[in-house]
């Protein structure tokens, strides 16, 4: 960590977004996180992603659990929303928050013990109730905040910084959201920001549950010779196979990509994901064969990133499988919010 | 682009703005911070070894420094380097016993340097410590050349002009007072020198001839000529009503003077609009600030006279079109304007001219009779005779000239130890860094948002009730206090070590100004465009890494407005990044291999 935060010098051409913002304004509190830790990174991307976005900084929530991964939503959009809940609890929290306010952008920063781990189930429900949020798992293979202990993403093999090897089988993310039939399913690296940043703002966008895993060496702990996911072998063995450009409502698409090769995908606010297939035998929309050219790559050590999976058109986003009301409760009449007591007295009499 | 090859010791002293843009690459992030501990004397010797004249300089210097400095692009104002000068000299304290000894034992040579101007005291001043006998030739009874006789007294004090010229005079040069070299011929033959130094200025003021010029020339003067007749006190009056012809240093000078001998009303007549003007801005403003009236598009074009007697003078009234890149592409004369005036001063300029020196002595004068002089010794075509100065190039200002006598000094003294002239011991750069410990460095790395503090005025109801009342009052210490953190420390440097980066990033998400972009690497011109904030300002360099480890991309910093906060190494996990004080190395004459072997002492 730093003990100097960065000063509110900028460069005097920074640009402005719609809202007359620039990158500086979604900037946070200083971070404690170690000098080089692949997590502040991450913090960077989403900076620039919701200054791209034009995000309105009081319409960002931002949910977390614990780790140095959780720690971070105190590092970006200070004008934000934010919860640190428990250990792995992050999407009860997100859930509850949802729930009540639908217009808001919800972006969870977990890590890969924090979900994998003590908080699996609740990221595998998460998914199930697909819930219109960003989940981003900063993923590097180790509890970094109690220490370096292997976490549930670590691979057969790989070796602590004390010499141990790891025997137990990793939990990957992304086959489990694809399993559980998550609509937008990706990975990234936190040393990747072309790609990383339009990834984030997709999912920002995406009308429905969004999961990025991004790995996110752990410079302390986990970036030693023999680890699977330092620096050195992340820039090694990955490999991106769909580049997903985002593109917002207002630009028109610029004609650099090969024609017929990029695929548009139009969300519900006009905005576009522009999907370029880099590998010619990999299919994103299709969930069954992605998921096999997924495995069958892990199997040989390659690690694909980009955005692996999209389902194009989702009507069984959380709100609609629910039938929430339109408005942010916070925005109804009380009256409606709380129908009184006699209206409580009917209802207890349904079960009595 | 190819790594950046940083052994140039011209790479590092670049990124030092200022010190790059200083004729005399004065050390200023150095003395900034060295007034910022209350270091003042030292603060003051470090000046003074590059400019001589830290005094004088802190109120007059025409501050090539301040338009560079890096602080001017990263927010509105620069560093009021030129003020903080004045801040060292004005709280230093005896400094005298600090200087380079005078040997007792002299080294046999004899040095003449005519005139007392900045230029020739730089060269006593540099050759005195090495054994040298310098003596000056003055024509006029005080040293100082036009510092004394043409800068008025309310900018520029006698007594600040007497304390830095006597520091020189008082090593022992010899100060020949009210005498005119009449014959460069007689000098050469009788004089018994060893290397001649011209230093005798530029003191032909420039003419306009114009109808009437003659008739009415009781009230019609020439700027310089009429600024030292001031000084002398030779001149105590002037009309109520006085024309300025000009807009340059000396238009602002003569004007001010005016309001000061009696005039009540001022106008300076410039030919262009103002962005066309010499004077400096804060010139301008100090003028204007005195209900100076600046006229704008009038051309002189012709005296009026009445009865033998000045009455004014008509002007073309004149427009001009101008284009995009603010250059003129016409002109035209839209009318004539008449403006009575009591007196009118002609500032428009000043020429070198030198009728003592005889034209057969082997010294050549080019086809606009300018000696020929080497713009790096400063040797005219005769071995052993330097000029420099205004009387080398024309009219620049002190600074330039300081710069030329340290110049004209090396070759001197190589010349007078039979060393070739152009063997001169070539610039060089010193890197120690800056890191103290964890998360400390050694120098104050935050950024201070400070506006540049404004320098405080004597009154108008005060100021012209004599005329030499210095009008500024230099800082007070609180200004000094916050000015002296504006500064960037840009000779605090970012050094790469391309083989220690992991890639991670770290170092670009932090810096505050966007400096840092780690990217393929291409031909200057489309790397500049690909930047993480294009890097548009074209005088500034990039500095490229060799390719990294994992990617074979390439670290580029942008030296543009880098703030030297430190951050970037403060971040980096593997030290790739450190911050390393740079201290570059303008050699002097006692610098020179043969004046340190000469003195068994080896260079500083
Ligand atoms: C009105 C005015 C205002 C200025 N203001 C500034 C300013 O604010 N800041 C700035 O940096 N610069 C200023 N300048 C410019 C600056 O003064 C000169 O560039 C500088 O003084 C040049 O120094 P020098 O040593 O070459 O010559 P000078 O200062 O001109 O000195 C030459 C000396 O040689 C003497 N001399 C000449 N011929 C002979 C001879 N034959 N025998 C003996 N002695 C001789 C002269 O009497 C004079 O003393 C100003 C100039 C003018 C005219
Ligand atoms: C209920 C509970 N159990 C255990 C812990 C101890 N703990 C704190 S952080 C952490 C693991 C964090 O790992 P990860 O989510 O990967 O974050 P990282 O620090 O690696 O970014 C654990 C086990 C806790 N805080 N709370
Ligand atoms: S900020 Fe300081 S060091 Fe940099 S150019 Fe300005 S005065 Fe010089
Ligand atoms: S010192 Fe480093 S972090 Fe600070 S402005 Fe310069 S390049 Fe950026
Ligand atoms: S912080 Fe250091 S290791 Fe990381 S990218 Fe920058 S220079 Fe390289
Ligand atoms: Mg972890």
Redo the contacts between chains.
């Keep these: 960590m730093?003990?100097?935060p960065?000063?509110?010098?900028?460069?005097?051409?920074?640009p402005k977004n719609a809202l007359g913002l620039t990158r500086?304004d979604y900037e946070g509190a200083l971070s404690t996180l170690?000098?080089?830790?692949?997590h502040?990174?991450i913090?960077?991307a989403i900076i620039e992603a919701c200054w791209g976005i034009s995000a309105r900084p009081e319409n960002v929530v931002k949910l977390s659990g614990i780790g140095c991964s959780s720690k971070t939503t105190a590092y970006f959009v200070s004008g934000g929303h934010g919860f640190n809940s428990v250990h792995g609890r992050m999407p009860s929290i997100a859930m509850g928050a949802n729930a009540a306010n639908r217009d808001l952008y919800y972006v969870g920063v977990s890590g890969d013990g924090d979900s994998l781990s003590i908080g699996l189930g609740q990221f595998c429900h998460a998914i199930r109730r697909n819930l219109n949020m960003l989940y981003l798992i900063e993923n590097n293979g180790v509890y970094g905040l109690t220490k370096g202990q292997f976490s549930a993403s670590a691979d057969i093999g790989t070796k602590a910084k004390k010499g141990e090897v790891n025997q137990q089988p990793p939990i990957d993310p992304v086959l489990l959201a694809m399993n559980l039939g998550a609509g937008f399913v990706a990975r990234s690296f936190?040393?990747d920001?072309a790609q990383l940043v339009p990834l984030i703002q997709a999912g920002l966008k995406y009308p429905g549950f969004a999961v990025i895993d991004v790995l996110s060496?752990c410079?302390t702990f986990n970036?030693h010779e023999g680890s699977t996911k330092s620096?050195?072998y992340t820039?090694?063995h990955f490999e991106p196979v769909v580049q997903a450009d985002f593109v917002p409502f207002q630009r028109e698409i610029t004609a650099d990509y090969g024609a017929g090769q990029a695929m548009p995908v139009v969300l519900h606010d006009g905005s576009r994901i522009l999907l370029r297939k880099l590998a010619e035998d990999y299919d994103p929309t299709d969930a069954g064969r992605a998921y096999g050219y997924v495995q069958e790559h892990i199997a040989k050590g390659e690690v694909l990133t980009g955005l692996l999976h999209l389902r194009p058109t989702d009507q069984s986003e959380f709100h609609a499988l629910n039938r929430t009301p339109e408005q942010p409760l916070n925005q109804l009449p009380y009256a409606k919010l709380s129908p009184g007591s006699k209206a409580l007295e009917k209802v207890l009499a349904r079960y009595r | 682009m190819n790594p950046t090859d940083t052994s140039r010791p011209d790479y590092f002293h670049k990124v030092v703005d200022c010190q790059w843009a200083c004729p005399a690459h004065t050390d200023v992030p150095e003395y900034i911070r060295l007034i910022a501990q209350g270091r003042f004397t030292d603060a003051y010797l470090v000046n003074r070894k590059s400019n001589v004249f830290p005094g004088i300089l802190g109120r007059v210097c025409d501050r090539p420094c301040e338009p560079a400095c890096r602080r001017g692009?990263?927010?509105k104002k620069p560093v009021a380097i030129c003020r903080l000068k004045r801040v060292a000299a004005d709280h230093k304290d005896e400094f005298r016993d600090r200087l380079a000894p005078i040997p007792q034992i002299k080294n046999g040579k004899k040095i003449a340097c005519i005139g007392a101007g900045c230029a020739s005291l730089t060269v006593a001043n540099d050759l005195m410590p090495l054994g040298y006998e310098v003596t000056i030739f003055e024509q006029f009874g005080e040293p100082g050349g036009l510092m004394r006789t043409n800068i008025p007294s309310f900018r520029l004090p006698q007594g600040v002009l007497d304390e830095e010229i006597g520091a020189i005079i008082d090593m022992g040069v010899e100060l020949k007072l009210g005498h005119k070299i009449e014959s460069m011929r007689a000098l050469l033959a009788d004089g018994g020198f060893d290397a001649v130094f011209v230093g005798s200025g530029a003191p032909k003021g420039k003419e306009l001839k114009l109808p009437g010029r003659q008739e009415a020339a009781a009230n019609i003067h020439i700027g310089i000529a009429w600024l030292e007749s001031v000084a002398f006190d030779h001149v105590k009056s002037i009309g109520e009503r006085v024309l300025i012809i000009g807009v340059g240093n000396t238009a602002m000078d003569c004007c001010r003077s005016s309001l000061r001998l009696g005039a009540k009303n001022v106008k300076v007549m410039a030919r262009k609009p103002r962005q066309f003007f010499k004077a400096s801005e804060w010139e301008l403003e100090d003028a204007e600030e005195e209900n100076v009236q600046i006229v704008i598009n009038r051309s002189p074009k012709a005296f009026v006279v009445e009865g033998g007697k000045l009455k004014g003078m008509t002007f073309d009234v004149m427009e001009y079109d101008v284009d995009a890149r603010g250059r003129i592409t016409a002109e035209r004369i839209t009318g004539e304007e008449f403006l009575p005036a009591d007196d009118v001063i002609l500032a428009i300029g000043q020429e070198n001219a030198f009728p003592w020196i005889e034209r057969d002595l082997g010294i050549e004068f080019d086809k606009w009779d300018v000696p020929k002089v080497d713009p790096v010794t400063f040797e005219s075509t005769r071995p052993g005779v330097f000029f420099g100065g205004d009387a080398a190039f024309g009219p620049k200002n002190i600074i330039w000239a300081v710069e030329h006598g340290h110049q004209a000094a090396i070759s001197v003294h190589q010349y007078c130890q039979g060393l070739p002239v152009a063997d001169r011991l070539a610039p060089g750069v010193n890197l120690q860094s800056r890191k103290m410990g964890m998360?400390e460095w050694s120098y104050s790395?935050?950024?201070s948002?400070v506006e540049r503090r404004l320098m405080p005025h004597v009154s108008l109801k005060e100021r012209f009730k004599k005329i030499n009342i210095e009008v500024e009052l230099g800082f007070t210490a609180e200004q000094a206090a916050e000015e002296v953190q504006r500064c960037l420390n840009c000779d605090v440097q970012t050094i790469f070590d391309a083989k220690l980066c992991?890639?991670?990033?770290?170092c670009?998400?932090?810096c505050?100004?966007?400096c840092l972009t780690m990217t393929p690497n291409g031909e200057e011109a489309e790397l500049r465009t690909r930047l993480k904030?294009?890097a548009?300002n074209v005088t500034q360099a990039l500095y490229v890494s060799a390719p990294l480890k994992?990617?074979g991309r390439v670290m580029v910093k942008d030296e543009d407005?880098c703030?030297h906060?430190?951050?970037c190494a403060?971040?980096?996990?593997?030290a790739a990044w450190d911050m390393q004080k740079s201290h570059v190395k303008w050699p002097h004459a006692a610098d020179q291999p043969s004046a340190t072997a000469a003195a068994g002492l080896k260079s500083a």
């Design positions: 730093t003990f100097i960065k000063p509110k010098v900028a460069h005097p051409s920074l500086r170690c000098a080089g830790c692949g502040d990174s913090t960077a936190s040393g920001k060496p410079v970036d620096y050195a820039r090694e | 692009r990263v927010e998360h790395n935050d950024y948002p992991i890639e991670c990033d770290a670009i998400d932090i505050p100004v966007d904030a294009p548009q994992f990617t407005v703030v906060c430190g951050l403060e971040r980096c996990p593997t």
